[in-house]
């Protein structure tokens, strides 16, 4: 499929879009969130593709939601076009998506970093929320899954300041896995990326689901899922490929069945 506000190929088993209007610093229109819907789909549907990289390229992950785009708006207009209800394929991607964020990951575009499984920092990157500048607040999870992963206090300063905080620094509160230096960003990416999606596919998509499910669920609930979960994979081939390769001291072949 050609798109025209995301660049998307597939390199190996590793699905990757890059976000494509460095005019506008990569603002989240709809159209632009369309394709990346799209992108993703495609990715899901493919069983060549073992997980996907979301960058935006060498200098700008995303500054935001268009708001350009969004000025006139009214609430009805909000709601009916439901914005940020559009952005669901991020989060119901069920294979490992990992960001690769180089400078400013604002607003809109560090929920959308914040939606990855994990994220690989430039030394360059800023992530924050300068909703508040605007008169608004996030919309895509930035008053929800901040807190949840950095805490009530940091949530609250880049929530109510609006001003961005450095990769190192989130990287020492746990909201990124790693700093690179930027122009090694998307490459570290794409070869984590690469690793990970020679596991079992199965494997990984309910570990995935498991982990995410701890943070919305009980403990007791959640340790529950993730033993159906152990349990169901006892039904795979990849589960006797796996162990049998262990026992025979050779690397296992995975098949996703
Ligand atoms: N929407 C639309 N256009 C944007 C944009 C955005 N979010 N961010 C930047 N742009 C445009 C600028 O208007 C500018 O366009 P022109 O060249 O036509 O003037 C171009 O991108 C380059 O931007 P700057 O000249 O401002 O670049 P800078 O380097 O001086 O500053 C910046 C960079 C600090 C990121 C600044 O652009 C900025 O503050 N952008 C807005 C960030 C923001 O408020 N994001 C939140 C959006 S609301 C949201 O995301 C809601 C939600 O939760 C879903």
Known sequence: MAFEFILSSIEG??????????????????????????????????????????????????????IGDMVERSPVDQLTRDQTG??????????????????YALGGGCEIALMCDLIIAGDSARFGQPEINLGVIPGAGGTQRWPRTAGKYV???????????S????????????????EVTIEVAKRLARRIAEKPPLALR????????????????????????????????????????????????????
């Open 206 to 257: 309910l570990a995935k689901e498991a982990v995410n499910a701890a943070l919305e669920t009980p403990l007791q609930q959640g340790l529950a899922a993730e033993r159906r979960s152990f349990y169901f994979l006892f039904a795979t081939e990849d589960q006797k490929e796996g162990m049998r390769a262990f026992l025979e001291k050779r690397r296992g072949r995975f098949k996703g069945r």
């Open 155 to 165: 949530a609250m300063e880049v929530n109510l300041t609006g001003a961005p905080i």
């Open 86 to 103: 559009r952005w669901a394929p991020l989060t119901s991607f069920s294979k490992p998506l990992l960001a690769a964020v180089n400078g």
């Open 13 to 66: 088993a590793v699905g990757v879009i890059t976000l494509n209007r460095p005019k506008v610093l990569n603002a989240l229109s709809p159209e632009l969130i369309g394709e990346l819907g799209a992108a993703l789909g495609e990715f899901e549907a493919n069983p060549e593709v073992g997980a996907a990289v979301l960058t935006g390229g060498p200098r700008v992950f995303a500054a935001g939601a268009d």
């Open 167 to 182: 990769a190192q620094r989130a990287f020492q509160l746990g909201l990124v896995n790693k700093v690179v230096p930027a």
